[in-house]
């Protein structure tokens, strides 16, 4: 079997699977799993907006939680104040996420290396300070409590967030389309200047690629990705709070994406699962699982730069002379 | 007025600790071209060993000399088995160090505990300062400081070692054809780094609250010292550490500290974006 059928084949299996796995984990007796799936899913494009910047771009971004945030917020505050429906709510949220990724995508991409993410950080930070203090509107670190509006209403039947199974597949459909459109956008030529300019800005300028304007539309597009993880989060948990803004947050969706392998498609909800499932699964047996996180973080960066999914699409493939793993000096110069 | 007064000295006494750690930070980064994330926690260790071994001595400047000693060999260790592995990837070294964030956060929950503490500072009593009467033991530790930093820069300029580190700071290739250990020296700077933080910690530890998140308040007010006096500039470090801080101090007499900090983060960003190699750049470079 080629590698390209086996990765459509990993991918049907995957795909499947979630679709049955409301069904096969009720059938097992363990409804609570189907809420985590869930939880994963929306995480995971959290990871996936930092796995784009990084993985595509080259822009470690350190902030991606203000996008989240913006998410939560455009759904909890369209919900309470104007009283949207599910969807509405929903656009408007990831709407309020790129427009907010728009502003600071125009000044944060005009740095790079680490300056871009310094600046991300503050950014980030500029916005869950203010979050914090303006506890009026957004209810700072008690948040916002909501109740969501039916999903679908035909007549006097409607189909609401209550049940976990329906909850579940509107966030596998939500998600899904995200991760639909994320595949069409790295295949597609702008894709490909993604890339570019990730390996050499100066040659990918060169060649007639607008560098800034690159770096700025996948910056917008990373804060779709993670305005709509936000967005469903609160719809997910009828609750926006403050306290999902702050730097920790953003760096856990690097750490997912990165652990899962920074520059593939499934990379974020691989890393995402792996490292969710571990908390799930440990937390409750050892309260210090947090030191077992730091040093799989570390081991990864150290051992399987490009993560598990790296891992997974180097079986089989001739070890490229030129390769990733190629041993580099310690200690580089900076670039200049 | 004369709260504002004592606002600003608190101001300044919190810039010149502050930027004892924020000088760790820029060394760090700009000898190994490091962003270390953890370096707000090597000052909450700082923070809760000199609490411990306080408590266990009886003597708290004997912890203050131990303190360093225990961060320089953290650091040798992290350095060796953290930051060298990861370090040929830069932007990678911010997520291992955020791991090391995580473990030590965690490994100072897990045996400290979670609960807060407090610290008695070792010198009692206040001296009446223009009508406001101050705690003595702040004063000290700004002194202390200062001593640090003094001394600090006195190695970095008058001996062997240092000139090693200006040298490879300078230009890696060259200081190895020199015949420099550049990785050994990176591996000095690290820890020395590392100490630096730690003995913040120690010093700061009876004036701030002693628990294993003490270090996340810390981290982004060192970034933006470091950023601000631009990266790497070690004088520019300590003087945007202590101009911010004392800017804080009085931001804070006319609104409260939240709005203190969004204001230095709106300075930093406009640093960034107009001079990104900090306020200072024209003097060095």
């Not at chain 1, 990379?267 to 030191?291: C, H, K, T």
């Not at chain 2, 990678?92 to 956060?105: D, E, K």
């Amino acid at each position: 079997m080629s590698k390209a059928m086996m990765d459509r084949a990993a991918l049907v299996v995957l795909f499947a699977g979630l679709i049955a796995a409301p069904l096969v984990l009720t059938a097992f007796g363990a409804p609570f799993w189907i809420n985590i799936i869930a939880e994963i899913m929306i995480w995971s494009l959290l990871a996936a907006s930092a796995n784009l910047l990084f993985g595509y771009v080259g822009l470690l971004s350190f902030g991606q939680a203000l996008y989240f945030g913006f998410g939560m917020y455009g759904v909890a505050l369209s919900i309470t104040h104007w009283g949207a429906g599910f969807w509405t709510a929903l656009v408007i949220g990831i709407l309020a996420a790129v427009a907010m990724a728009a502003v600071a995508g125009a000044l944060a991409v005009r740095l790079t290396w680490h300056y871009f993410a310094i600046i991300t950080v503050v950014f980030s930070l500029i916005f869950y300070f203010l979050a914090m203090s303006s506890k009026s509107i957004t209810g700072g670190d008690d948040g916002l409590s909501f109740s969501a509006p039916p999903v679908l209403s035909f007549g006097k039947t409607s189909l609401t967030l209550a049940d976990p199974v329906t909850q579940y597949y509107v966030i596998f459909f939500v998600a899904a389309l995200c991760y639909l459109i994320k595949a069409l956008i790295v295949r597609s030529p702008l894709g490909l200047a993604f890339e570019a300019v990730r390996e050499n800005d100066r040659r990918a300028s060169l060649i007639g690629i607008n560098v800034y304007f690159t770096r700025w539309i996948a910056f917008v597009i990373a804060g779709a990705l993670a305005g709509a993880g936000g967005a469903l989060f609160a719809l997910f948990g009828r609750y926006a709070s403050a306290s999902y803004m702050v730097y920790h947050v953003s760096g856990e969706a690097v750490v997912w994406a990165i652990v899962g392998g920074a520059g593939t498609l499934l990379g974020p909800l691989v890393g995402a699962a792996v490292l969710i499932l571990f908390r799930e699964l440990i937390s409750g047996l050892w309260e210090n699982y947090l030191l077992a996180v730091g040093a799989i973080v570390i081991l990864v960066v150290i051992f399987a730069p490009q993560g598990l999914m790296g891992a997974w699409h180097r079986i089989g493939r001739k070890p490229d002379a030129q390769g990733d793993d190629a041993p580099a000096e310690a200690y580089a110069e900076p670039p200049r | 007025m004369d709260l504002v007064f004592a606002l600003a000295i608190n101001g300044l006494v919190w810039g010149l600790i502050i930027a004892l750690i924020a000088l760790g930070l820029s060394i760090i980064f700009g000898l190994l071209d490091v962003i270390n994330v953890a370096h707000g926690d090597f000052f909450m260790v700082g923070t809760v060993v000199g609490l411990i071994v306080a408590e266990r001595t009886g003597s708290f400047w004997l912890a203050l000399a131990i303190v360093p000693l225990i961060g320089f060999l953290l650091g040798l260790v992290v350095e060796r088995f953290v930051i060298r592995p990861s370090a040929r990837l830069a932007s990678l070294t911010i997520v291992t160090t955020f791991g090391l964030s995580m473990i030590l956060q965690e490994g100072v929950r897990a045996t400290f505990g979670a609960q807060p503490r407090r610290m008695a500072a070792p010198v009692q009593g206040t001296v009446p300062l223009f009508g406001v009467d101050y705690e003595i033991y702040r004063l000290v530790a700004a002194l202390f400081s200062v001593a640090c930093l003094l001394l600090f820069f006195v190695f970095l300029n008058r001996t062997k070692l240092g000139t090693w580190i200006r040298a490879v700071r300078h230009d890696h290739e060259t200081a190895t054809a020199l015949g420099i250990p550049v990785v050994r020296v990176c591996a000095f700077t690290f820890a020395l780094g590392t100490a630096l933080a730690l003995v913040g910690g120690a010093i700061a530890a009876p004036i701030t609250t002693v628990e294993f998140r003490t270090g996340v308040d810390i981290l982004p007010f060192c970034f933006m010292a470091v950023v601000i006096g631009g990266l790497g500039n070690l004088q520019g470090t300590i003087a945007a550490a202590v101009l911010l801080s004392v800017m804080e101090g009085l931001v804070t007499s006319v609104a409260d500290p939240t709005m203190a900090r969004v204001a230095s983060l709106a300075v930093m960003c406009a640093v960034l974006l107009v001079r990104p190699h900090g306020l200072f750049a024209g003097a060095t470079r």
